[in-house]
């Protein structure tokens, strides 16, 4: 009996691969009216993937499906989504080493290409503060202003108009220097550039007195002193040269006799180096030291000169140096710079 039955399942298993060679549509779970190429075709065609683009071309969701019953699905897991995280991403940048470190130089450091560091706390540093020289085009002097003080009120301008004015600077000894006016019409300011009619220009060291004398309509004079003018150092341009003109007495003491500049002095020689710092460096220059003997001036022409050596950075043979002497009111240092 057992044997019957198992012969009957192997002949049943064998009819059904046969028709199956034979009609392949036949199998459990495919469609019988469709032809065989066609349901293959069906099949994979449902087993691809299709992709659809968005309007800007990038693709979007993927739909994976399948058909023909529990034999046909596609089965799979979703692999977990992983999104690398930097905890440091804000401050990353700021870690980073700074490369403009490593091109870094010393504020101590001088290259051979530069006449003076950048730092200020150098004597080569041009210093406006210590300038002792206008920048002006020489002496002003308010001659309406003096007018109003001399008659003790302010005047109109039809007033003043009608006064007559002059404008005497006399020098120590009391000698006129320079003289300037006229009939009426005092003028609100006057520039003098401190040379007079005969060539001679105002000396540094030496005091100077301004009068104003004024004449009413009616003939009332007035007269009053201005100020004192006393400069320890006065810039003047010649023919030859720019000269700069320096007080003795405060380089080299009261007497004019020491041989080193003085500490008093050096503001007053800073001065004048700053000034050639700004607008003639490079040019040559020279020393020129009228003191008692032609010995002391040539101490004091060479400690000058080595001052402005190590000031202006220049080479030794850039700066000449001359003496020669003088009486005590004309004794003075000058420094004439070649520009000429």
């Known amino acids: ?182 009939p009426d019409s005092p003028p609100a300011e006057i520039v003098w550039s401190g040379e007079n009619e005969d060539g001679e220009w105002i000396r540094a060291g030496h005091s100077y007195s301004a009068v104003y004398s004024f004449t009413a309509p009616d003939g009332s004079p007035y007269t009053i002193a201005g100020d004192p003018l006393l400069f320890h150092g006065i810039v003047h341009q010649e023919a030859t040269g720019l000269y700069i003109s320096l007080d003795s007495e405060a380089l080299f003491g009261l007497d004019k006799s020491a041989q080193s500049l003085q500490t008093g002095g050096l503001d007053l020689l800073r001065s004048a180096a700053d000034l050639i710092k700004r607008d003639y460096s490079g040019i040559p220059m020279s020393v020129r030291v009228y003191a008692a003997t032609g010995s002391l001036g040539q101490s004091q022409a060479s400690a000058v000169a080595a001052y402005l050596q190590r000031e202006l950075m220049t080479p030794p043979d850039n700066i000449g140096e001359e003496s020669s002497a003088a009486p005590f009111a004309d004794q003075r240092v000058e420094i004439v710079v070649l520009n000429r």
């Open 1 to 182: 009996m057992t044997r019957t039955i198992l012969a009957l399942a192997f002949s049943l298993t064998l009819t059904a691969a046969a028709a199956a060679q034979q009609n392949p549509a036949a199998l459990p779970g495919m469609d019988s009216g469709a032809s065989a190429p066609a349901a293959q075709a069906s099949q994979a065609q449902a087993a691809q993937p299709s992709a659809v683009t968005n309007a800007q071309g990038m693709p979007t969701e993927v739909t994976i499906t399948g058909a023909g019953g529990s034999a046909a699905k596609v089965g799979g897991q979703k692999p977990p989504l992983a999104i690398t995280v930097d905890p440091f991403a804000t401050i990353r940048d700021d870690l980073k080493p700074d490369p403009s470190l490593l091109l870094a130089v010393s504020p101590l450091t001088v290259s051979w290409q530069k006449t003076h560091p950048d730092f200020l706390d150098n004597q080569r540093v041009v210093e406006p503060w210590r300038t002792s020289f206008g920048r002006g085009p020489g002496i002003v002097f308010g001659v309406r202003k003096e007018l109003d003080r001399a008659v003790g009120r302010h005047l109109s301008g039809q007033e003043a108009a009608h006064y007559g004015w002059t404008l005497t600077v006399a020098d120590e000894a009391g000698r006129v220097f320079y003289r300037s006016g006229g």
